[in-house]
């Protein structure tokens, strides 16, 4: 089992930056992946920026440019850097991790909004 919990959001004006973590517990060896997700109001819940364990990274094209994702694995948590943030952003973000198993673990979610 695999145990996530996101922290870092918020509110935050047009243009600024955020940062997300996630923290890992559990049987962190058999994680493959982690994932970004996030999911707005009457939305489907995509893809946002995802981390593999041999440390290649992709991005919705959404954010390509303006969020970058990193790992810290003393600290066993991910991050998403986020930046120029726009209204769009707004939603929640879920972090999703995928062991090697394939079985997904997902965490609570934490509230982003970009609203002047």
């Known amino acids: 089992q695999v145990q996530l919990v996101e922290s870092g959001g918020g509110l935050v004006q047009p243009g600024g930056s955020l940062r997300l973590s996630c923290a890992a517990s559990?049987?962190?060896?058999?994680?493959?992946?982690i994932n970004w997700h996030r999911q707005a109001p009457g939305k489907q819940r995509e893809l946002v920026a995802n981390i593999t364990t041999g440390g290649s990274t992709n991005y919705a094209d959404s954010v390509k440019g303006r969020f970058t994702i990193s790992r810290d694995n003393a600290k066993n948590t991910v991050y998403l850097q986020m930046n120029s943030l726009k209204p769009e952003d707004t939603a929640v973000y879920y972090c999703?991790?995928?062991?090697?198993?394939?079985?997904?673990?997902w965490g609570p979610g934490t509230q982003v909004t970009v609203s002047s």
């Open positions: 559990g049987s962190i060896s058999s994680i493959f992946a």
């Open positions: 999703n991790a995928v062991s090697l198993y394939a079985k997904h673990y």
